[in-house]
């Protein structure tokens, strides 16, 4: 039999799914013991030219792709809805979802979670958070005896990358952020990251899986990187100190207690050294002490990674007869 994926979005993230699951075909197969393909696209503008076999049914509606008879969705398009109403309906008619959208995820995911265990499917997020690296899962399976009393992360390589473009080449921040969006690491309208709105939605799907729960948005102090002036970042570098814009999560005062802002860290920090666009996180346990992840928090290539790891995680549990992500 064939593992029938239904994939929603082909912009950078479901090319990149698309790439992974032809080139990894043997890989995933030797896995999986079944063959994966791919046997419906929605899009939202059909008209676009795009070179996607014709074997495979590009559609606009939804419904029509889910009669596809697809085992599983892999969601990769943007914003909260339609993607939420997508997902939902695609687990009550009994399909595992993953998504690597984390505006949907940071609302919907508790009742995606929910619905899912009902319907006995599971919903995969790991690219919601870091892209492909596995911070997720590495939370999942810290929880076990572990206890997370913080998280620290740079979530957002696009203010990440200004940061350190204002710092080693004193340039402004709007020449810094003209070359990011000049790279294509930030988006034609760069709010979302350079707001911290990016960073402060990943914070919020790592508290939901921390927790059990998210601090009301209101209270969380939320500060982006576009009044950071170049003054700042020099004064910081006299005292051997880089401004980092850095999301936290923390159980306090039998409350979980969350911010993003700029802070400017020593040189004994862990997210010190993390320039550029990378994403570093820096889990703070009981037992195992600060782990420290970095890598990729963007990129077709990182992004559809780790779907396609939640997917053959979903795939094994369930052969397993093991459901659920946390
Ligand atoms: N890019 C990254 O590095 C990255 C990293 C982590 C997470 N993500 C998340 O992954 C998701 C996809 O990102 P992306 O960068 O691939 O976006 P993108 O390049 O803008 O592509 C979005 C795709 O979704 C389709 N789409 C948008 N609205 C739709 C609708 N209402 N109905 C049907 N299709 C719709 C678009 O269709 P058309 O092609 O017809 O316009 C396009 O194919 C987002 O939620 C994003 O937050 C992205």
Excluded at 219 to 245: C, N
Aim: net charge negative; proline share 3%.
């Amino acid at each position: 039999m064939t593992i029938r994926i239904g994939l929603l979005g082909y912009g950078t993230v479901g090319k990149g799914v698309i790439e992974i699951i032809h080139s990894h075909q043997e890989r995933i197969q030797a896995l999986l013991g079944e063959p994966v393909e791919v046997t419906g696209v929605l899009v939202q503008h059909l008209k676009k030219k795009r070179e996607i076999p014709s074997s495979i049914l590009v559609t606009s509606d939804f419904d029509r792709l889910l009669l596809q008879d697809i085992d599983i969705v892999l969601e990769a398009i943007v914003g909260e809805e339609p993607s939420f109403t997508y997902c939902k309906k695609a687990i009550e008619q009994g399909k595992h979802v993953v998504t690597a959208n984390k505006e949907m995820y940071a609302i919907h995911g508790k009742e995606l979670k929910e619905l899912a265990s009902k319907h006995s499917v599971s919903v995969g997020y790991e690219s919601t958070t870091v892209a492909g690296t596995p911070v997720i899962r590495t939370l999942q399976q810290l929880l076990q005896v572990n206890q997370v009393e913080k998280v620290e992360g740079i979530l957002n390589g696009t203010s990440n990358f200004i940061l350190t473009k204002m710092r080693q080449d004193g340039t402004s921040f709007e020449q810094s952020l003209k070359e990011a969006q000049q790279k294509g690491y930030a988006e034609a309208d760069p709010t979302n990251d350079i707001k911290g709105y990016d960073a402060f939605y990943k914070l919020m799907n790592i508290s939901e899986l921390l927790y059990g729960k998210q601090p009301n948005w209101d209270d969380v102090y939320v500060e982006g990187i576009d009044r950071v002036d170049p003054t700042q970042i020099l004064e910081a570098s006299f005292m051997d100190k880089k401004i980092k814009h850095v999301a936290t999560i923390e159980w306090k005062d039998g409350d979980v207690r969350a911010s993003i802002q700029p802070i400017s860290l020593t040189e004994h920090h862990p997210l010190y050294s993390i320039d550029g666009v990378q994403n570093g996180v820096v889990i703070h346990t009981d037992l195992a002490g600060p782990l420290t992840l970095s890598g990729p928090g963007a990129g077709a290539s990182s992004t559809a990674s780790g779907m396609i790891e939640d997917f053959i995680t979903i795939f094994q549990q369930s052969y397993n007869n093991v459901h659920q992500f946390q």
